[in-house]
């Protein structure tokens, strides 16, 4: 039955392969954000701090974007692995003062993601526990907990005053983080750039389509086989392990951590980018951070005393008007020039 | 479990209590392979309560389900549905995001233990490919497998909602009322289509539209105020005085049993 099916449709069979290898196809206007960013570290050297914080938080954003926008678990307290992530770096760096292995950035990196993915595991049990009620509280309670914790063990993070004596290293033993930050921001570029590349590799895989299934029908998911909580389980680890690279890049970019690594604004602010930029597109959380921190320093320098109004305006208004963020308007843009009808 | 074992699907005393309700009452089932069954019951009378239990979209309050022989009364959904016991749902349960192709090959990937896999693209395992095109033709999906499922039209969902319980090839498929809701014109394919699935494959069909239950099934179960009410060859349970009593319009039943057995000049 099945063998007369297959025969009878070879065109079919192709045209799905076609339609998969598409669907998974870098395009244009992804080639040209990524060259642009790199091309900002040289046309606009001056700025390259602040294009360090958009890279950083653009890492941050996308590591939500895959619990939130791919897996569906809506976090309030996602900061909790990025101040977690800085603090390990920011210790390994202090441990190494400036030579050796522990101060390595790559190493600083590869350590934070491994114990933000640790960390991330082992509370993602807590977090699927309930529904999104429960984890929005479980989310926030651990971050909390996180913060309380490193304000109490001054004698490891400094507590208020901060973690003094963080002495990144030079990156890969040859580049030193200059004063004017663009060897930083081109470090934190290329980690956000490289992490992005493993994101949206598996993001189109097998398992990104699991997520995605049981972001849109958990009931559906389950009854094709799918182990719901173990996917989410997966899911919610990489994005802490993301998380943990973030802040790593904070601390060794800054050569500082201090406890607001922890706060609550930056899971807050976090959230609003990757919905500002668009749930669950990848690209969101970068177009996301960009614009956010864009917006913000013009408003903060155009009105200084009410620059959040304007803000909190354009979000509201953003949210209400514009269905997908800003990436459901560029998706639009891109389909209207392509005359596709495809996803962006 | 002597009475488990030689079925594919069975229940021991099922019950199901929501607070004072009893929606499934001391239910003792069993299902052989290759069967082709209807479940049939006046409304209330828990037949969708049934099969979430059989899948375990639901625990039960007491008694035990079996598959294969196994216990698998505490097992989830998902271990159910890889053990070989698939089901539609009477409201399509769809990723409305998906495409079609998208949606079976998720299904199929699972099927094939490929679904967890981080490190290739999806569509580019042949086999699930094929494979899924092969369902997708077959179930007359084929020429909207790159469209979004949301936007289908509703009949067609209801055939992708057969097709995605199909394609893993169940041992035993519980089919929720499957031509709910679709037009009288497009009710004669999703008969044709549940007619043409697997001899082997335990069909259990939920269904008011008592054409489909007398044309399609073989072996029928009546439940009544969530207990087995009555159950045997469909032509017994269409002459039960009693099923005719509690469920079945008279006129109904008389249409069909006129027709397989006319030559008697009817019944009672």
């Known amino acids: 039955m099945i063998d007369t099916a297959i025969h009878a449709t070879k065109g079919g069979e192709s045209r799905a392969m076609a339609y998969f290898a598409e669907r998974a196809k870098w395009r244009w206007p992804e080639f040209a954000l990524w060259i642009g960013a790199f091309a900002l570290a040289f046309l606009f050297p001056s700025r390259a701090l602040l294009f360090n914080e958009v890279a950083i938080l653009a890492l941050f954003a996308l590591s939500l974007d895959i619990v939130l926008g791919y897996a569906g678990i809506v976090s309030l307290g996602h900061g909790a692995f990025f101040g977690l992530g800085a603090y390990v770096a920011g210790l390994l760096a202090k441990a190494g003062a400036g030579a050796g292995l522990f101060s390595d950035p790559t190493f600083g990196l590869l350590i934070s993601g491994i114990a933000c993915a640790v960390v991330g595991y082992i509370t993602s049990f807590l977090v699927l526990r309930g529904a999104d009620l429960t984890r929005l509280m479980v989310t926030l309670g651990v971050a909390l907990i996180f913060a309380e914790l490193a304000n109490r063990m001054a004698w490891l993070t400094g507590g208020a005053d901060g973690l003094q004596g963080v002495m990144p290293g030079k990156i890969l033993g040859i580049f030193e983080f200059d004063l004017y930050g663009r060897n930083a921001y081109l470090y934190s570029l290329t980690t956000l750039f490289l992490l992005f590349i493993v994101a949206r590799k598996v993001i189109n895989s097998p398992f990104g389509v699991s997520l995605r299934a049981i972001k849109g029908n958990a009931l559906r998911a389950g009854a094709v086989g799918i182990n719901v909580n173990r996917r989410l389980n997966g899911a919610y680890t990489i994005g802490a392990a993301y998380a943990g690279v973030a802040g790593a890049l904070l601390a060794q970019t800054t050569a500082f951590v201090s406890l607001d690594v922890l706060d609550f604004h930056r899971s807050a602010d976090v959230m609003l980018i990757v919905i500002f930029g668009g749930v669950g597109t990848l690209y969101g959380a970068i177009v996301g951070a960009a614009a956010f921190k864009m917006l913000y320093d013009l408003l903060a320098a155009a009105t200084p005393q009410y620059w959040q109004f304007w803000l909190g305006l354009i979000l509201v208004l953003l949210v209400l008007f514009v269905r997908g963020g800003v990436m459901g308007l560029v998706g639009g843009l891109y389909n209207r020039l392509t005359g596709k009808g495809g996803a962006a | ?268």
């Open chain 2, 1 to 268: 479990m002597s009475e488990a074992s030689g079925s594919v699907l069975a229940t021991k005393n099922l019950v199901r209590r929501f607070g004072g309700l009893i929606a499934t009452n001391d239910v003792t089932f069993s299902l052989p392979a290759g069967a082709r069954h209807a479940l049939i019951g006046p409304n209330g009378a828990g037949k969708t309560t049934f099969v979430n239990l059989l899948s375990g979209v639901l625990p039960p309050t007491s008694g035990q389900v079996f598959l294969d022989g196994q216990d698998v009364s505490s097992w989830p959904v998902f271990k159910r549905a890889r053990a070989g016991l698939s089901r539609t749902f009477q409201i399509n349960q769809l990723f409305a995001d998906f495409t079609p192709l998208e949606t079976i090959g998720l299904a199929l990937s699972e099927a094939h233990s490929e679904g967890a896999q981080f490190w290739r693209r999806a569509g580019t395992s042949r086999a699930v490919v094929d494979e899924a095109v092969a369902i997708l033709e077959q179930l007359d999906l084929g020429d909207v497998m790159e469209h979004r499922v949301g936007s289908l039209p509703y009949g067609k969902q209801r055939l992708l909602e057969i097709a995605i319980a199909v394609a893993p090839k169940p041992k035993v498929l519980l089919l929720d009322e499957p031509a709910a809701g679709v037009p009288e014109g497009e009710r004669e394919q999703i008969l044709e289509i549940v007619e043409a699935l697997p001899k082997e494959m335990a069909l259990v069909l939920i269904e008011h539209d008592m054409d489909l239950v007398f044309r399609f099934a073989k072996t029928i179960s009546v439940l009544v105020q969530g207990a087995l009410f009555v159950e045997g060859p469909a032509s017994e349970v269409a002459r039960d005085p009693r099923v005719r009593q509690v469920y079945l319009g008279e006129s109904e039943v008389e249409h069909h049993l006129d027709a397989p057995t006319a030559e008697k000049g009817g019944a009672a």
